[in-house]
């Protein structure tokens, strides 16, 4: 079993810049693939960012692709989301998540965290 815990969240204004962190405890996160989505109100949860387990590949949605950095430090147990130049539109409750490929589905996960708060004001 693997817990995930998301922090770094919170209200910003647009163009502005956050880096969420996504925590590990009970495994290491160093044999998963890692990946971020989130969830506007009303709205079904969409990929973000995803990474390889070694952090030698990674995959973007078009929508933040340029703006957004995923990275990992496994000797950490922590995987990164930089967020540069915010948008309203990037309001959401931000999730990681692990599974066994940087997929962008939600169904190739396995373990989720309970999300953290993004709020973009215009």
């Known amino acids: 079993q693997v817990q995930l815990v998301e922090s770094g969240g919170g209200l910003v204004q647009a163009g502005g810049s956050l880096r969420l962190s996504c925590s590990a405890s009970?495994?290491?996160?160093?044999?998963?693939?890692m990946g971020w989505f989130r969830q506007a109100p009303g709205k079904e949860r969409e990929f973000v960012a995803a990474?390889?387990?070694?952090?030698?590949?990674?995959r973007y949605a078009d929508s933040v692709k340029a703006r957004f950095a995923i990275s990992r430090d496994n000797a950490k147990n922590t995987v990164y989301l930089q967020m540069n130049s915010l948008k309203p539109e990037d309001t959401a409750v931000y999730y990681c998540?692990?599974?066994?490929?940087?997929?962008?589905?939600?169904?190739?996960?396995?373990?989720w965290g309970q999300g953290t708060q993004v709020t973009v004001s215009s």
């Open positions: 009970g495994r290491t996160l160093s044999v998963y693939a």
């Open positions: 998540a692990a599974g066994s490929f940087y997929s962008a589905l939600t169904t190739e996960y396995n373990y």
């Open positions: 990474i390889n387990a070694l952090g030698r590949a990674t």
